[in-house]
C-alpha cells in the first residue's frame, strides 16, 4: 500500500517548537513522525 502522507504546511523549525510544547502523548506521538519525515530522518511511514 504506498499511501501518499497529508501535506503539512508547517517548517521543520515549527514543528520541532510544537514538539517541545505538547506534553499529550498522542499529540507528540504524531507530531514526532511528521517532524521525522519533514526532516527527511525517515522516508516513509508505518
Do not use: F, H
Not at 501535506?7 to 521525522?36: D, W
Request: charged share 25%.
Amino acid at each position: 500500500m504506498n499511501i501518499k502522507p497529508p501535506q503539512r504546511t508547517e517548517s521543520v523549525s515549527e514543528l520541532k517548537s510544537l514538539l517541545r510544547k505538547t506534553s499529550i502523548g498522542y499529540q507528540k506521538q504524531r507530531l514526532t513522525a511528521i517532524y521525522l519525515l519533514r526532516s527527511g530522518q525517515a522516508t516513509t511511514r508505518p
